[in-house]
């Protein structure tokens, strides 16, 4: 962890996963908000210089968990209270034999969430670390006497030296929600570029989307996330948040692994995970 991160974090409030050669990946109990993954040395995820990392807000940045509810819902505020949570851990960082680094961190239902949301659960995210890979996985365990519908995100920042030479791939031919122009249209570009305040929900995803910036790639790999989110505040937006500068949205890109488009069911005593892997390419 630089010292920059250390300085604003509380050490009993991270666990650390760090698999050697400057490749290591920082997770912030509040929320489960993986703040920091370096790949040899690089980072690979935004975190603005404004995050409140005192538990007292969802972080600005990072890969923050929205559940139970993606979007504005009159449960409480938006994106669910999971990223707004202390989560703890179920099973500490520990090497596993092919070099990954593992850990998992746990959220069941309490006083407070059954008041906004009388549901039952167990939540367990897992993290997996490789010299070149990160995944993070969600699953979601039914631990009450009735079914309930959900919808659940990985709210994934990217850092990007410029977003002016970003571009997010695989995009191409499918629907998108353009929570700006408010309507429904089609992608057809192979290389979506953003200059301008997107938030766009992409449907009926392919397996695998990638985000491309001058130095380096991030493929976006999904298992059970149908949906991605392409999003960037821009200047005016950017200039509203107190936890994000007014500068930053020029060096980062949300790309989000999502099941956002519709309401997942979960029945008594079931189990569904939601994982994406994210992968590094440098750029030669
Ligand atoms: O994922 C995109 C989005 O839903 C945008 O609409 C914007 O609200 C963003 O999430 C950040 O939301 P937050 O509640 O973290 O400020």
Known sequence: MDAELAGR????????????DGTSAVVHLHGATALSWKCSGQEILFLSKKAVLDSSKAIRGGIPLVFPQFGPWSCGPQ???????RWSVESQPQKTGDGTVTCS?????????RKAW????????????SKSSLTTRLTVDNTGDESFTFTTLM?????TPDIGTTTVHGLKGLTYVDKVQNGQFQEDR?????PENYDRVYQKCPSSVFMECSTHSVSVNLSNFPDVVVWN?????????????????KTMVCVEAGSV???????????LSFQQTLQVQAKL
């Open 9 to 20: 974090v509380q050490e009993g409030d991270i666990v650390i996963l760090d698999v050697g």
């Open 79 to 85: 994106h669910g209270f999971a990223r707004n949570k």
């Open 105 to 113: 961190l746990a959220l069941s239902d309490d006083e407070d969430t």
């Open 118 to 129: 009388d549901y039952r659960f167990k939540l367990v995210y897992t993290l997996e670390l």
């Open 155 to 159: 709210h994934s920042y990217f850092l």
């Open 190 to 194: 192979e290389a979506v570029s953003i």
């Open 233 to 249: 505040p821009w200047s005016e937006k950017a200039k509203a948040m107190s936890d994000f500068g007014d500068e930053e949205y």
């Open 261 to 271: 488009s519709s309401p997942v069911q979960i029945d008594v005593g079931q189990k």
